[in-house]
């Protein structure tokens, strides 16, 4: 009988703590070590890294968690969920009048699902807790780790060992067979995982800052039933686009919504010139129409000051891990921004992905006259790299591109029509099995690089068909219809753009007539 592995993970966020199910299924031993308390104890403070926007849970996560070996699994995580089946548009007309224009995430009804991550970490954790072979080490921080020896280190925050000035603190050694790192973007593993493997690696900040902000429930809601406590429609994700920066909401399952701003960093300087927050209101009523009626000004000025303007960042590297005892997953592996909501579901599907492979190679080995589980582990954690390096690095670049879509594109003509016309087609023509690269990519586990792939052949079709309808048969009177059309439109379009959102050289006069 072979014995059983002792396998050790690092964080217990929803990835790690998914990670700890996997392997725990399998009948090893397993121990997770996070960094903070525990995550479901409210006293427990989140750093300032660990803050996260409200989460998204699409397709990927919710077929890794089919796949975790715990039937009710699913049931559980999905009653803490809101089912969100398009995009909100916020704007405002030429003659004032404030509108909203839904834009489904997918032409069959799909929806992802809104959910907290404190709600989902509680669940996971609440499952593996009753699990016999997992236990719990929290308030436990890496210090050090020996992948040639399979030894780590540990700075242990309890109340014997630490808090007094000048104290050290408790360091503990363990021994494993088996780590692996799921301790977010600045992940204690990855940095001593570079000790022992030659790994690429970059990073990038981009010129956007985030705050967070709340929209309350109504004060007297028509009935007893959670829907008629949202303010606005809480099946939607809705959003302010304002071209350079924007606005989101994101609905709670205790009828809150919570929100962000995201902008250049330009922007957060000149709101945060004036102590008194003066400014703050008028932006939002200049460029996010009719959020003021939803968070009242006072508020929304309490909130910018007071909780933090965090930075976003990508981080990409390879390879993910280092002979046969140790792997990064999730945002230690490929830390992407939220702007396509799969950060957390590729952390997921990098799992499943994962164990699969280990899965698939330890089988083999069983066939073999010379059964070597390590050398088997090995062999299956080359092939995790190899394979999961260049799908975490499209979503990573989708996720870039996305926020240029949400800011702006979803006014765009251009980005319509086409979402439209793809749509038509996996309608009328499903044998072609044509599908837009949103629902590619939320509603389906293709790989992300096939994903990329097909959408960019779906382009090039697209414009050789409409090229060719151009300037074929119908020839010069239908183009001659087309550039009319299309400069009375763009004028339209552009007095709608300038209302909803301003431009750059309306948003430099304001900024410098308010100093």
Request: net charge negative; aromatic share 10%; glycine share 8%.
């Amino acid at each position: 009988m072979e014995k059983k592995q002792k396998i050790v993970v690092i964080g217990a966020g929803p990835v790690g703590s998914l990670a700890a199910l996997y392997a725990a299924s399998r009948g090893n031993d397993v121990e997770i070590y996070e960094l903070r308390g525990d995550l479901r104890d409210p006293s427990t403070t989140p750093l300032n890294f660990t803050k996260s926007i409200n989460l998204a849970l699409s397709e990927r996560g919710l077929n890794a968690m089919r796949h975790a070996g715990q039937p009710k699994l699913i049931d559980h995580v999905k009653a803490a969920t809101i089912p969100m089946r398009g995009r909100m548009i916020h704007g405002k007309k030429p003659n004032g009048q404030l509108y909203e224009e839904a834009q489904d995430y997918d032409v069959h009804g799909r929806a992802i699902l809104a959910i907290d991550r404190g709600g989902l970490n509680k669940r996971l954790l609440d499952i593996l807790e009753e699990m016999p072979n997992v236990t719990f080490f929290f308030n436990h921080k890496l210090t050090g780790a020996d992948f040639n020896k399979n030894k780590a280190w540990f700075e242990v925050k309890d109340g014997t060992s630490s808090g007094e000035k000048g104290q050290r603190a408790r360091e503990i050694e363990i021994d494993f067979d088996f780590m692996i790192g799921a301790d977010g973007a600045h992940s204690a593993v990855r940095y001593h995982l570079m000790k022992y493997t030659r790994m690429d690696y970059e990073q990038q900040y981009i010129d956007t800052l985030w705050c967070e902000f709340q929209i309350q429930p109504k004060e007297n809601p028509e009935d007893d039933s959670l829907m008629s406590e949202f303010r606005i429609s809480p099946n939607h994700l809705h959003i302010w686009p304002g071209k350079k920066f924007m606005f989101i909401a994101i609905p709670s399952d205790d009828g809150t919504f919570t929100c962000t701003l995201f902008a250049p960093a330009e922007f957060y300087t000149f709101l945060e010139s004036d102590p008194s927050g003066a400014h703050i209101p008028d932006f939002f009523d200049t460029y996010f129409p009719g959020v003021t009626d939803l968070i009242p000004p006072a508020q929304l000025i309490s909130s910018f000051h007071s909780n933090p303007h965090l930075p976003l960042i990508s981080i990409k590297c390879k390879p993910y891990h280092y002979s046969f005892s140790a792997v990064i997953v999730g945002d230690a592996a490929h830390a992407m921004v939220p702007f396509y909501g799969q950060g957390m579901n590729a952390g997921l599907e990098d799992v499943r992905i994962l164990f699969d492979i280990l899965d698939k190679h330890a089988r083999m080995d069983e066939e073999t006259v010379d059964h070597d589980p390590a050398s088997a582990r090995e062999r299956a954690l080359d092939e995790y790299s190899r394979v999961r390096v260049q799908d975490a690095h499209a979503i990573n670049d989708l996720a870039l591109q996305n926020y240029v879509e949400m800011r702006a594109s979803v006014l765009s003509l251009s980005y319509r029509f086409r979402k439209w016309l793809e749509e038509q087609l996996s309608i009328w023509l499903p044998g072609l099995g044509w599908q837009t690269k949103y629902s590619r990519v939320s509603f389906g586990n293709e790989r992300y690089s096939e994903v990329v792939r097909k959408s960019e052949h779906q382009g090039r079709v697209l414009m050789r068909a409409l090229t060719g309808l151009l300037f074929g048969a119908l020839g010069g009177p239908l183009v001659a219809v087309g550039v009319v059309m299309a400069v009375r439109y763009r004028r339209a379009v552009d007095v709608g753009l300038r209302a909803a959102m301003g431009n750059v050289d309306s948003m430099v006069e304001y900024m410098t007539m308010n100093r």
